[in-house]
């Protein structure tokens, strides 16, 4: 396969399935499938000392946008007192840590599978929006259609 060729390979596409109708939460989480997709092209060319420089550079931003991510969504959360806050924090914060720990593994000399890494972080984001995010976009928009969303979140919808 060539580097063309793997550019071309996606593990994952944005659908608008995935949508929380957030337009901000939706453009943070398009990104993270970037960075998904930039994680997988880097799994499918080059030795393995390329393969894994690569891997091992693009996991720091992955890393690094997840955190900010899950900081600005927490603080969107708490804005307007989602009852689910702590368990969604939770979720984050051991996503995270699983994300960490892989890292520091490889760094320690084990075996790091960066396919099966890349399909990890894709199955975990995608279901995670689909069923966690999309509660507290229900709960936003309840709020919303009731009027007791105060000016705290701008939203579409």
């Not at 957030?22 to 943070?28: K, R, T």
């Not at 969604?88 to 099966?116: I, M, S, T």
């Amino acid at each position: 396969m060539t580097n063309e060729d793997a550019e071309d390979q996606l593990i994952v596409e944005w659908d608008d399935k995935y949508s929380v109708k957030i337009p901000f939460i939706d453009e943070q989480h398009k990104t993270l499938i970037e960075h998904t997709n930039t994680l997988y092209q880097g799994c499918l060319s080059g030795t393995e000392e390329e393969k894994t420089a690569y891997f091992m550079e693009a996991v720091k931003s992955v890393v690094e946008y997840t955190k900010f991510h899950f900081s600005a969504e927490e603080k969107m959360l708490q804005n307007v007192s989602y009852p689910q806050l702590a368990v969604h924090k939770r979720q984050h914060e051991e996503f995270v840590q699983k994300l960490v720990d892989e890292v520091k593994g490889f760094q320690n000399g084990e075996k790091l599978v960066p396919n099966n890494f890349v399909r990890f972080l894709r199955d975990w984001i995608l279901s995670h929006i689909a069923m966690e995010d999309t509660q507290y976009a229900r709960y936003i928009f309840g709020l919303k259609k009731s009027g007791t969303l105060d000016n705290k979140l701008h939203i579409g919808g």
